[in-house]
C-alpha cells in the first residue's frame, strides 16, 4: 500500500530533523521524506496540515495479559489501544499466565499479535523457570524464539547469589538483563513509606527497598560486564545512583512510568485504589527528580507501565485490590504534558518515546529491532504516528479501548490527540 502523508510538520528526534513537508510510504518502508517522486501514486492520502509526524511510540511496559486471557480476547482490546495511543512497537513482561518461560509460548504470543496486524510486540522472556528465581531459562532457546531480553517482571530474585548467576549467564551471550529494583524483604508494602502511609494504616515500602537493590545490581555489573535495564525507578536517591554508574561508564539504562512522572503519594486520596501502583507513588520531591532526569538524560525512557485490572480486582480495598492501571492509550499526551509544564522541548519529549527506548530494545545497538523502530529516515521501517498537537481531549476511563478501565488519570485535561498509526506501512489505526 502506498500511503502520502501531507504537509505535516516531520520530527526525527534522533537526527534532528524538524521541518514541514510530505512524508511518503510504499512495500512498508519510508520511501521520501520532503521531495516526493513525481510518479508516487498514492492509495491513500492523509492531510497532516497542522499536524506532527513523528515516528510511531516505542513503550518498554506494556502487559497484554495473553498467554492466560485468551478467553477475553485481551491481545486484540490491548493492542488496539496501543496504537489508538500511537505506540507502533511494545515490550511485553514475561510476568503472563503461564510464565514466558518456554520458546512456544513465546512463538505463539508472536505469531497471534503478528495476525492482528497492529503493533509489533518484543516479548521479554523470564530470567528464572517460572519467575520463582531458582533455576535460570534457556535464554539462548528463548532468544532463538523472539525474546529481547530477560526479566522477572516485579517478582524480586530471593538472593544474591542467583543475581549474580544470571548477570554472569547474560554477559556471556550479550543479553540484557531488565530489572525492577526492589529489595525482596523490603518491598513488600502497597504505598511508599512516609506520614501518609502511616496516617492511612497502610504498610510502606521505604526507598531504601530501590537503593539497595540498584546499589547491589551495580556492584554485580562491575564483576559480570552484563547489561543491564532498569524498570520504573521512583525515588530521587536511585537516580542519583544511576546516575553516578553511567558516568562510571556501566552499560545501564534506566526507564520511569507516567505515573511516577506527574503523581505522588497524596494523589491516593481516600484510599482510591487507581492509585494502587507498582513501584508505589512517592513523594514531590522524588517526582521533581525524575522529570528533571528525563530532561537531563540521566532516564533514558518514559513508559506508560500498562497493566489492565479487571473490575473485580481493582474494586477490593486499597491493601487487597490489585495493583496496576491502564496507560498505554495515554503515553503520548501524558509526555507532552510534562513537557509543556517543565518547559522541555518537544524533540527530547519525542526522543524518550522513540529513538531513546528502540536503543534500548536493540540492546544499546543503533539499529532497532525491526529494521529501525523509533526513526523516521528514507529506507527505514514505516512505523509513523501522527498527531494533532492542538486537540484537546478529557481522559475519560469509560472510552478507553483496553479492556482494563482503570486509571488515576481520569479527569485530566490533554492536549494532542492521535490522528493515525502506521505500523510497517499499514495503517492500523485512524480517528
Not at 492523509?46 to 491481545?75: F, K, N, T
Not at 524480586?156 to 543479553?175: D, E, H, I, K, V
Not at 518491598?187 to 515500602?205: D, F, H, K, Q, Y
Not at 529516515?377 to 482503570?406: F, M
Request: proline share 6%.
Amino acid at each position: 500500500m502506498k500511503i502520502l502523508i501531507k504537509g505535516g510538520r516531520v520530527i526525527d528526534p534522533a537526527s534532528g530533523l524538524d521541518r514541514t513537508c510530505d512524508v511518503a510510504v510504499a512495500a512498508g518502508r519510508i520511501v521520501a521524506v520532503g521531495d516526493v517522486p513525481a510518479d508516487f501514486h498514492p492509495n491513500k492520502t492523509i492531510d497532516a496540515s497542522q499536524c506532527v509526524v513523528a515516528p510511531g511510540l516505542v513503550d518498554l511496559a506494556v502487559r497484554l495479559r495473553e498467554p492466560g486471557h485468551e478467553h477475553a480476547h485481551m491481545l486484540q482490546s490491548e493492542m488496539a489501544a496501543a496504537v489508538a495511543g500511537g505506540v507502533t512497537s511494545l515490550v511485553c513482561p514475561p510476568d503472563t499466565d503461564p510464565v514466558l518461560d518456554e520458546p512456544g509460548l513465546v512463538e505463539m504470543l508472536r505469531f497471534r499479535s503478528e495476525k492482528l496486524h497492529q503493533c509489533r510486540v518484543f516479548p521479554l522472556g523470564a530470567l528464572t523457570r517460572g519467575l520463582r528465581g531458582e533455576v535460570l531459562t534457556e535464554m539462548v532457546s528463548l532468544t532463538q524464539a523472539g525474546c529481547i531480553g530477560f526479566g522477572q517482571a516485579d517478582v524480586p530474585l530471593p538472593t544474591l547469589q542467583m543475581l549474580s548467576r544470571a548477570l554472569q549467564y547474560a554477559s556471556t551471550f550479550g543479553y540484557t538483563v531488565w530489572l525492577r529494583p526492589q529489595d525482596r524483604d523490603l518491598g513488600t508494602g502497597v504505598v511508599a513509606s512516609g506520614p501518609l502511609a502511616t496516617r492511612m494504616g497502610l504498610s510502606g515500602v521505604p526507598v531504601a527497598a530501590e537503593t539497595i537493590a540498584i546499589f547491589s545490581i551495580v556492584e554485580l555489573m562491575r564483576s559480570s560486564g552484563a547489561r543491564v535495564h532498569l524498570c520504573r525507578i521512583s525515588s530521587a536517591a536511585g537516580l542519583e545512583l544511576v546516575r553516578q554508574a553511567k558516568a562510571e561508564g556501566l552499560p545501564l539504562t534506566c526507564d520511569v512510568s507516567i505515573h511516577s512522572l506527574h503523581l505522588i503519594d497524596t494523589d491516593i486520596g481516600y484510599f482510591d485504589s487507581r492509585s494502587h501502583l507498582k513501584p508505589p507513588l512517592r513523594q514531590q520531591r522524588d517526582r521533581d527528580a525524575i522529570g528533571r532526569a528525563l530532561a537531563d538524560g540521566t532516564v533514558d525512557a518514559l513508559v506508560s507501565d500498562h497493566s489492565p485490572v479487571d473490575e473485580d480486582q481493582k474494586t477490593l480495598p486499597f491493601a487487597e485490590s490489585e495493583a496496576g492501571a491502564s496507560a498505554v492509550e495515554l503515553l503520548l499526551g501524558m509526555a507532552l504534558k510534562w513537557a509543556e509544564s517543565s518547559g522541555v522541548d518537544l524533540r527530547r519529549a519525542l526522543q524518550v518515546l522513540t529513538s531513546a527506548p528502540a536503543a534500548i530494545m536493540a540492546g544499546g545497538n543503533d539499529a532497532a529491532p525491526a529494521g529501525g523502530a523509533g526513526r523516521l529516515v528514507v529506507g527505514g521501517v514505516a512505523d509513523l504516528c501522527v498527531y494533532d498537537p492542538q486537540a484537546e481531549w478529557v481522559i475519560n476511563a469509560d472510552t478507553l479501548r483496553s479492556q482494563g478501565k482503570h486509571t488515576p488519570f481520569s479527569g485530566y485535561a490533554l492536549r494532542a490527540k492521535v490522528r493515525c498509526t502506521i505500523v510497517g506501512g499499514y495503517l492500523a489505526f485512524e480517528a
